[in-house]
């Protein structure tokens, strides 16, 4: 079965790097995602990485993707108190025959920014 | 600001009404998607249209009626809910997968629904 795990809080000083870490099972998922949510919203998609790939930079975003020991992890530079929300890793499985399923989130990791 | 619209953004009602959400999207995507998120809690599947077509239904309560009138638009047809039915429910759009590859999914920013 599918699981994805994280940590549920991580707290930061504004200007340093907050490290967001996810584990997942399902060895045969294609992407990984990191959504963020803010209080009210719906889910932005922030980044995501394909499971052939190691690594992934956007701007202040960094993605790590470990195949073997089924790690992902989220790093956002010079963190900013706009950075306040809650980031969810997810993962999609190989499509079912339908063409699209849906994907399995983890509970999310609440990031708390000190000033 | 997001690709997929959903209205209302707030919606109150009764045990005895009946209300629709709706979701648009003009990405082209053909793969549209109901999730229900509860507070402090992750998303959680209830439809994936293909197509459409209905290809997943996540044993959703009749309460629950979704209809995929064409491409672009995306109903949740709700009739005689329960208080715990008051969720978020967020509607997202992808490409379908082709060669066994699935897509990235882009989310609204939901309809939050209360039932009194």
């Known amino acids: 079965g599918e699981d994805v795990e994280q940590s549920l809080f991580l707290s930061v000083r504004e200007g340093d790097s907050s490290v967001i870490n996810c584990t997942y099972t399902?060895?045969?998922?294609?992407?990984l995602y990191w959504y963020k949510q803010e209080p009210g919203a719906g889910l932005q998609l922030l980044t995501y990485?394909?499971?052939?790939?190691d690594m992934k930079q956007d701007q202040r975003l960094t993605v790590l993707l470990n195949k073997k020991d089924k790690h992902l992890s989220l790093r956002i530079a010079d963190t900013q108190t706009g950075d306040s929300a809650i980031y969810f890793c997810?993962?999609?499985?190989?499509?079912?025959?339908?063409?699209?399923?849906?994907?399995?989130f983890g509970k999310g990791t609440h990031l708390i920014i000190q000033p | 600001d997001t690709e997929v619209t959903q209205t209302p953004k707030h919606l109150v009602m009764g045990m005895t009404n009946k209300k629709s959400l709706k979701c648009e999207q003009h990405?082209?995507?053909?793969?549209m998607y109901w999730y229900k998120q509860k507070a402090k809690k992750p998303p959680e599947l209830m439809f994936v249209?293909?197509?459409?077509?209905?290809?997943i239904n996540e044993s959703v309560p009749s309460r629950f009626s979704p209809e995929c009138p064409n491409s672009s638009l995306l109903n949740l047809h709700l009739h005689a809910l329960q208080p715990e039915d008051s969720a978020l429910y967020l509607c997202?759009?992808?490409?379908?997968?082709?060669?066994?590859?699935?897509?990235?999914?882009?989310f609204g920013d939901g309809t939050r629904l209360s039932i009194l």
């Open positions: 997810a993962e999609s499985p190989p499509y079912s025959g339908g063409g699209a399923d849906g994907l399995t």
């Open positions: 399902d060895s045969s998922s294609t992407y």
């Open positions: 990485i394909f499971s052939n790939m």
């Open positions: 997202a759009s992808s490409q379908v997968a082709g060669s066994g590859i699935s897509q990235p999914q882009h």
């Open positions: 249209y293909s197509y459409e077509k209905l290809s």
């Open positions: 990405m082209g995507h053909r793969a």
